[in-house]
């Protein structure tokens, strides 16, 4: 499934509202961490087709950011049903991500 760029415009419908579960990858493109978690988060989004993987630039959307009080980067979040479930903080192995989304 392809990857979604959440925007404080469309955050509500794609992540709050979506049927199935959501993984967000709060990154900047200057942080080194992140590049080296983003083929992980890819991979993730070709095979794990009953997850909607969503990535929120902090530089561009700095209140989405704070609303999820994301003080670090890389910062995963899980959402069920619009409710934080789990995150996470700076690059994780593939397997502890598949185990958030568990």
Do not use: H
Request: proline share 5%; net charge negative.
């Amino acid at each position: 499934m392809a990857i979604k760029e959440l925007t404080a415009e469309n955050f509500e419908q794609e992540a709050l509202q979506a049927k199935e579960t959501v993984l967000i990858d709060f990154w900047a493109s200057w942080c080194g961490p992140c590049r080296m978690l983003s083929p992980i988060v890819d991979e993730i989004a070709e095979e794990k087709t009953d997850v909607k993987v969503c990535k929120v630039n902090v530089d561009d959307q700095p209140e989405l950011a704070a609303r999820y009080g994301v003080m670090s980067i890389p910062m995963l979040v899980v959402l069920k049903n619009g409710e934080q479930v789990a995150s996470s903080v700076g690059v994780q192995p593939k397997k502890a991500i598949l185990d958030m989304l568990a």
